[in-house]
């Protein structure tokens, strides 16, 4: 067993030498034995199924494993451990704790600003210190381990702010757990305490004996040791992208030289590419720590020269030697390309009629591109959904003899995408509502409540809205509701007298000011009238009811009644209403397994989970599903194509800064390798800039 290493700077050329390997299989293998591939995210695994069914005619038989999924299988007890120290799980958990009435703490009762009992603010505090804790077992596993086994650790956190409220929490979130944290596996399965355990299980997991890890730009250190153990137990051939085949561990920026020559070192200097020296500081991480593996010096290398025929491909060139750009005898060309815009809707013009020339059916053949070809990408997908439906769809429609831009848009969420989620969330709010006009009107807005209603005719439905709107109706139900309000009982202008008013105009036929109405209110409009009244009434007693905190069970059937009652959800909506129930089991389930299910919750606690658990949770199903492909800039999504644009590059949006909780204890002892945001950002551009094979482009608003 043995760990070995490909490193290459272009992820075809890896994606080629592992379909080589994965051709020559062991002998004496079972042809039916899957291939284990692990890969960052599914993404990464999207793209390597395309490529290698393109290298090898066919991709069949590999499982595509990420992180977590992956260790599961290869740790004993990790499985059960990652569900029971599961962020959510624990978030419930540390609710438990921080609502009791005993809690003495003076540092958490500041963030818990006065409130008593179970409140929103307890709800979002135990989610970010969960958080912080998940994100300890990778990065601190070392800490949690310590403060378990030995009540204290000797690391430099010991001394930190937020240091001890945090051990202690720890200490009895483990204990109210009662099995060993992920940390804990972690250092035991290093130690080889888990040896005899991990035997067998490898056998079962890696059936050829053997496991690749593909297109790795960043990882954590803890993952890099983990590996190293595996390949005691079975061959481990790691793919690492590395994009400078020179040694770069310990480039300089001009800034940092600065900040040397001002502290002493007088002959500090720049050294190395700036692109990798200001954006690959997550990366440098990881080439570091892969020098101090023996393995990785008997590293096979396959590097790819860059032609510099074009302005890109001396930059990347540059990056491929560690050497500065130079730019003073080259002709310009259109190969890297910066674009002010005055706005998102006109960055995603600038974008449709760059792509329209380069997909020319008059250019060469070599020349013309194809819409797979394209990867649009940006830092928050979701605010330029409209602009490219409204510039790509639009020409679509308007331009049917000039091709059909088929493009599809990925990591949006589920509340961005559906209308139906969307009418969901806005029927959970009413417990806090006045039952405002404007705002009854807007949740008529949704198709599923009106199927739901059984209107179709939408000239009925229009009639409907302006005679609620004619009946005097702003808000308020009735005077008792309008008292909670404002401390003044009184009708005028409520639901309660504005339907009466349009029951009385219904009985006489005529329109609310008395007269004649010409259309006459018939019974398809009286049907509708009906209905909607029928939904007002309903719409205030779910408001009452969700205004009583309740126990998660109960929860559980509320919850999922508002689906059955107030939705249709047949057709596109089925699988909408799907997604809801789905994220409704499991809270259930995380409150049960948290041993939550004595809690009493008001609606603003589940108003909060379902937004960190659903609506703010992004989709990727339709990443590289065809035509151009418009996604979130993200780490680890280093997917080449010929053709890239990143948009929404403004300044103080990208890079991110680094916005860590004040607890974050991370944040006060730093090591090697952690996590940081704008690193994380700046190494996603670099990968960007490396993976664009003709043409990049970037653009900002300004």
Known sequence: MKLNFVVGNRLETLAGRLADDLKTRPVGSSPFAREVVAVMNPGNATWLTHELARQMGVCANIEFATRGGFWNRVIPGLEESATRFDPQVMSWRLLKMLADPTLEDEALKTYLRGEAGVSRPHFELANEIATVFDVYQVYRADVLRDWV?????????????????????????????GIKSP??????????????????????????????????????????????????????????????RDFWGDNTTERQAIWRRRHGED??????????????????????????LEEY?????????????????????????????????????????????????????????????????????????????????????????????????????????????????TDRTHAEESQLANAYKMLLSQWRGRMKFNEFRELLSFRAIWDKLGVENEAHRDIVMDHLYESGIRWGWDAEHRQKFCGVGFEENSWVQGLHALAQAYV???????????TELNDGIGRAMGAVADLATRVQA????????????????RLLNIVDTFLATEGEGIRDAETIKKAIDQFSATCTEAGADDLLLPCEVIEAYLNNALWSVANADRFLSGGITFCRLQPLRNIPAKYVWIAGMN??????????????LLKSAKRAGDRSDRDDDCQLLLEALLAARRYLRFSYVG
Not at 195 to 224: C, N, S, W, Y
Not at 651 to 664: I, W
Request: proline content about 5%; charged content about 25%.
């Open 297 to 409: 010096g008997a590293a096979e290398e396959l590097w790819d020269e860059a032609d510099s025929h074009t302005i890109l491909d001396e930059v990347q060139a540059s990056v491929l030697d560690n050497t500065d750009v130079k730019f003073a005898e080259r002709a310009v060309d259109d190969s890297l390309v910066v674009h002010i815009c005055h706005s998102e809707m006109r960055e995603m013009e600038v974008l449709r009629d760059d792509i329209l020339r380069h997909l020319d059916d008059t250019l060469a053949p070599g020349a013309r591109l194809d819409p797979h070809d394209i990867v649009v990408m940006a830092p928050d997908i979701s605010r330029y959904a409209p602009a490219i439906d409204a510039v790509f769809g639009l020409w679509n429609e308007n331009h049917p003899g000039r091709g059909f831009l088929q493009y599809s848009v």
């Open 542 to 557: 779910l408001g009452v009811d969700l205004a009583s905190p309740q126990p998660p069970q109960t929860w559980r059937s």
């Open 651 to 664: 300044d103080n949006e990208y890079p991110r800064r680094d916005k860590r909780r004040s607890f974050d």
């Open 267 to 292: 002959s500090a200097t720049k050294t190395g590419n700036q692109f990798l020296s200001s954006l690959a500081e997550s990366g440098k991480a990881l080439f570091n720590k892969l020098l101090d």
């Open 508 to 518: 006489r036929g005529t329109d609310l000011a008395g007269g004649h109405d010409g």
């Open 183 to 244: 940390a804990e596996l972690f250092g035991e399965f290093l130690e080889g305490r888990l040896d005899a355990q991990t035997h067998e299980l490898v056998k079962t997991a890696f059936p050829l004996g053997r496991v690749f890890v593909f297109g790795i730009g960043t990882m954590p250190p803890l993952q890099v040791d983990l590996y190293r153990k595996l390949a005691t137990f079975v061959d481990v051939r790691f793919f690492y992208l590395n994009p400078c």
């Open 149 to 177: 086994s030995k009540g204290s650790s000797r690391s430099e956190i010991e001394a930190a702010p937020h240091a001890q409220w945090q051990k202690k929490l720890w200490q009895r979130l483990h204990a109210a757990t």
